[in-house]
Protein backbone atom coordinates (compact mmCIF):
# COMPACT_ATOMS: atom_id res chain seq x y z
CA UNK A 1 0.00 0.00 0.00
CA UNK A 2 1.79 3.09 -0.73
CA UNK A 3 2.11 6.16 1.59
CA UNK A 4 0.81 9.76 1.40
CA UNK A 5 2.94 11.63 -0.45
CA UNK A 6 3.24 15.13 -1.01
CA UNK A 7 4.89 17.45 -3.97
CA UNK A 8 7.14 19.10 -3.97
CA UNK A 9 9.40 18.15 -1.77
CA UNK A 10 11.34 21.14 -1.87
CA UNK A 11 9.75 25.17 -3.33
CA UNK A 12 12.05 28.28 -2.79
CA UNK A 13 10.00 31.18 -3.94
CA UNK A 14 9.84 34.99 -3.71
CA UNK A 15 7.83 37.11 -1.29
CA UNK A 16 4.82 37.90 -2.83
CA UNK A 17 4.96 34.64 -5.04
CA UNK A 18 2.33 32.12 -5.18
CA UNK A 19 2.77 27.89 -4.47
CA UNK A 20 0.77 25.30 -4.21
CA UNK A 21 1.30 22.48 -2.22
CA UNK A 22 -0.35 19.05 -3.26
CA UNK A 23 -1.10 15.93 -1.23
CA UNK A 24 -2.25 12.45 -2.35
CA UNK A 25 -3.68 10.47 0.60
CA UNK A 26 -3.49 6.94 1.33
CA UNK A 27 -5.81 5.48 -1.04
CA UNK A 28 -9.37 5.17 0.62
CA UNK A 29 -8.76 7.27 3.50
CA UNK A 30 -11.21 9.85 3.98
CA UNK A 31 -9.81 11.96 5.76
CA UNK A 32 -6.95 14.34 5.26
CA UNK A 33 -5.22 16.76 7.74
CA UNK A 34 -2.89 19.47 6.79
CA UNK A 35 0.03 20.28 9.83
CA UNK A 36 2.84 23.03 9.53
CA UNK A 37 6.27 23.26 11.14
CA UNK A 38 8.17 26.64 10.98
CA UNK A 39 11.36 27.00 12.05
CA UNK A 40 11.54 26.90 16.21
CA UNK A 41 8.24 25.37 16.55
CA UNK A 42 5.90 22.76 17.02
CA UNK A 43 4.25 21.19 14.41
CA UNK A 44 0.84 22.60 14.27
CA UNK A 45 -2.91 21.76 12.81
CA UNK A 46 -3.99 23.67 9.92
CA UNK A 47 -6.72 21.68 8.78
CA UNK A 48 -8.83 19.10 8.33
CA UNK A 49 -10.86 17.24 5.12
CA UNK A 50 -13.39 14.89 5.59
CA UNK A 51 -14.12 13.74 1.74
CA UNK A 52 -14.12 16.95 0.65
CA UNK A 53 -15.66 19.15 2.94
CA UNK A 54 -13.94 20.90 5.05
CA UNK A 55 -14.43 19.91 8.86
CA UNK A 56 -12.04 21.89 10.81
CA UNK A 57 -9.83 25.14 9.36
CA UNK A 58 -8.98 26.41 12.83
CA UNK A 59 -5.40 25.98 12.35
CA UNK A 60 -5.14 28.31 9.06
CA UNK A 61 -3.14 31.26 10.04
CA UNK A 62 -4.85 33.49 7.21
CA UNK A 63 -6.99 34.11 3.90
CA UNK A 64 -3.67 33.95 2.20
CA UNK A 65 -4.04 30.29 2.70
CA UNK A 66 -6.30 28.14 0.67
CA UNK A 67 -6.85 24.44 1.06
CA UNK A 68 -9.19 22.74 -1.70
CA UNK A 69 -9.91 18.89 -1.79
CA UNK A 70 -12.23 18.67 -4.54
CA UNK A 71 -13.47 15.32 -5.35
CA UNK A 72 -12.68 13.85 -2.35
CA UNK A 73 -9.03 12.51 -3.64
CA UNK A 74 -5.67 14.42 -3.36
CA UNK A 75 -5.58 17.83 -1.68
CA UNK A 76 -3.74 20.86 -2.70
CA UNK A 77 -2.87 23.89 -0.16
CA UNK A 78 -2.11 27.42 -2.12
CA UNK A 79 -0.48 29.72 -0.36
CA UNK A 80 -1.33 33.44 -2.11
CA UNK A 81 0.68 35.82 -1.83
CA UNK A 82 3.61 34.18 0.21
CA UNK A 83 5.40 35.74 2.73
CA UNK A 84 9.08 35.42 4.78
CA UNK A 85 7.08 33.86 7.83
CA UNK A 86 5.43 31.19 5.79
CA UNK A 87 8.58 29.53 5.42
CA UNK A 88 8.72 25.86 7.26
CA UNK A 89 7.63 22.08 6.62
CA UNK A 90 4.10 21.50 5.57
CA UNK A 91 3.26 18.13 6.28
CA UNK A 92 -0.09 16.34 4.89
CA UNK A 93 -1.72 13.01 6.56
CA UNK A 94 -4.44 10.82 6.35
CA UNK A 95 -6.56 8.74 8.38
CA UNK A 96 -9.40 5.91 7.30
CA UNK A 97 -11.93 7.02 9.82
CA UNK A 98 -11.69 10.37 11.99
CA UNK A 99 -9.37 10.24 15.09
CA UNK A 100 -7.93 6.81 13.67
CA UNK A 101 -4.05 6.72 13.44
CA UNK A 102 -2.96 9.14 10.97
CA UNK A 103 -0.16 8.61 8.62
CA UNK A 104 1.95 11.32 7.56
CA UNK A 105 3.76 12.45 4.10
CA UNK A 106 7.07 13.44 4.05
CA UNK A 107 6.32 16.89 3.91
CA UNK A 108 6.99 19.70 1.43
CA UNK A 109 9.70 22.09 2.52
CA UNK A 110 8.91 25.58 1.61
CA UNK A 111 11.36 28.86 1.74
CA UNK A 112 10.06 31.92 0.98
CA UNK A 113 13.15 34.76 0.20
CA UNK B 1 -5.75 25.58 25.31
CA UNK B 2 -3.87 22.02 25.13
CA UNK B 3 0.03 22.52 25.41
CA UNK B 4 2.50 19.89 24.69
CA UNK B 5 6.22 20.23 26.81
CA UNK B 6 9.08 17.91 25.86
CA UNK B 7 12.32 17.41 28.13
CA UNK B 8 14.89 17.66 27.21
CA UNK B 9 15.06 19.44 24.17
CA UNK B 10 18.19 17.26 23.07
CA UNK B 11 20.04 14.59 24.35
CA UNK B 12 23.35 12.50 23.81
CA UNK B 13 24.01 9.31 25.13
CA UNK B 14 26.30 6.35 24.57
CA UNK B 15 25.42 3.53 22.52
CA UNK B 16 23.99 0.53 24.90
CA UNK B 17 22.83 2.60 27.22
CA UNK B 18 18.45 3.17 28.50
CA UNK B 19 17.56 5.79 28.53
CA UNK B 20 13.69 8.08 29.13
CA UNK B 21 12.42 10.84 26.75
CA UNK B 22 9.90 13.15 29.01
CA UNK B 23 6.17 14.40 27.81
CA UNK B 24 4.13 16.93 29.54
CA UNK B 25 0.67 18.12 28.60
CA UNK B 26 -1.09 20.34 29.96
CA UNK B 27 -5.03 19.11 29.62
CA UNK B 28 -6.26 15.53 30.59
CA UNK B 29 -8.91 15.25 28.47
CA UNK B 30 -7.30 13.75 25.69
CA UNK B 31 -7.95 11.00 23.21
CA UNK B 32 -4.89 9.79 22.85
CA UNK B 33 -1.09 10.22 23.13
CA UNK B 34 1.14 9.34 20.16
CA UNK B 35 4.95 9.35 20.22
CA UNK B 36 6.13 9.62 16.80
CA UNK B 37 10.13 9.63 15.44
CA UNK B 38 10.94 11.69 12.50
CA UNK B 39 14.46 11.07 10.66
CA UNK B 40 15.96 14.06 8.62
CA UNK B 41 13.87 14.99 5.43
CA UNK B 42 11.37 12.51 6.25
CA UNK B 43 7.75 12.02 7.48
CA UNK B 44 6.67 11.04 10.82
CA UNK B 45 6.42 7.47 11.58
CA UNK B 46 4.16 6.69 14.57
CA UNK B 47 5.89 4.50 17.11
CA UNK B 48 3.15 3.84 20.02
CA UNK B 49 0.05 4.89 20.45
CA UNK B 50 -1.61 4.60 24.07
CA UNK B 51 -5.47 5.33 24.04
CA UNK B 52 -6.52 7.32 27.06
CA UNK B 53 -7.62 4.44 28.69
CA UNK B 54 -4.53 2.65 28.99
CA UNK B 55 -1.60 2.95 30.68
CA UNK B 56 1.42 1.56 28.34
CA UNK B 57 2.54 -0.02 25.15
CA UNK B 58 5.12 -1.64 24.25
CA UNK B 59 6.98 -2.15 20.75
CA UNK B 60 10.35 -4.45 20.43
CA UNK B 61 12.94 -2.06 22.89
CA UNK B 62 10.32 0.95 22.89
CA UNK B 63 8.01 1.44 26.32
CA UNK B 64 5.56 4.21 26.26
CA UNK B 65 3.54 4.96 29.92
CA UNK B 66 0.79 7.53 29.92
CA UNK B 67 -0.36 8.63 33.48
CA UNK B 68 -3.44 10.97 32.02
CA UNK B 69 -4.36 12.49 35.73
CA UNK B 70 -0.67 13.90 35.90
CA UNK B 71 -0.68 14.78 32.43
CA UNK B 72 2.78 12.71 31.62
CA UNK B 73 3.96 10.05 29.38
CA UNK B 74 7.61 8.92 28.97
CA UNK B 75 9.22 6.72 26.41
CA UNK B 76 11.51 4.44 27.42
CA UNK B 77 14.21 3.77 24.63
CA UNK B 78 16.40 0.13 25.92
CA UNK B 79 19.75 -0.46 24.61
CA UNK B 80 19.81 2.26 22.76
CA UNK B 81 21.58 1.97 18.95
CA UNK B 82 23.28 4.66 16.27
CA UNK B 83 19.63 3.93 14.44
CA UNK B 84 18.01 5.50 17.14
CA UNK B 85 19.32 8.65 16.33
CA UNK B 86 16.53 10.84 15.25
CA UNK B 87 13.88 13.38 17.02
CA UNK B 88 11.21 11.78 18.48
CA UNK B 89 8.00 13.70 19.11
CA UNK B 90 5.17 13.48 21.71
CA UNK B 91 1.78 14.31 20.49
CA UNK B 92 -1.60 14.31 22.42
CA UNK B 93 -5.18 14.22 20.49
CA UNK B 94 -8.63 15.12 21.15
CA UNK B 95 -10.65 13.66 18.55
CA UNK B 96 -9.15 14.34 14.92
CA UNK B 97 -6.75 17.38 15.80
CA UNK B 98 -3.32 15.95 17.36
CA UNK B 99 -1.26 18.33 19.15
CA UNK B 100 2.76 18.14 19.08
CA UNK B 101 5.17 18.84 21.45
CA UNK B 102 8.81 20.51 20.31
CA UNK B 103 10.42 17.12 20.19
CA UNK B 104 13.63 15.82 21.84
CA UNK B 105 16.33 15.29 19.34
CA UNK B 106 18.39 11.98 20.24
CA UNK B 107 21.72 11.52 19.29
CA UNK B 108 22.88 8.01 20.03
CA UNK B 109 27.30 7.91 20.16
CA UNK B 110 28.70 4.80 18.73
Known amino acids: EAGVTQFPSHSVIEKGQTVTLRCDPI?????LYWYRRVMGKEIKFLLH????????ESGMPNNRFLAERTGGTYSTLKVQPAELEDSGVYFC???????????FGPGTRLTVL | KQEVTQIPAALSVPEGENLVLNCSFT??????LQWFRQDPGKGLTSLLL?????REQTSGRLNASLDKSSGRSTLYIAASQPGDSATYLC?????????FGKGTRLHILP
Open chain 1, 93 to 103: ASSRLRADTQY
Open chain 1, 27 to 31: SGHDN
Open chain 1, 49 to 56: FVKESKQD
Open chain 2, 27 to 32: DSAIYN
Open chain 2, 50 to 54: IQSSQ
Open chain 2, 91 to 99: AVSKYDKII
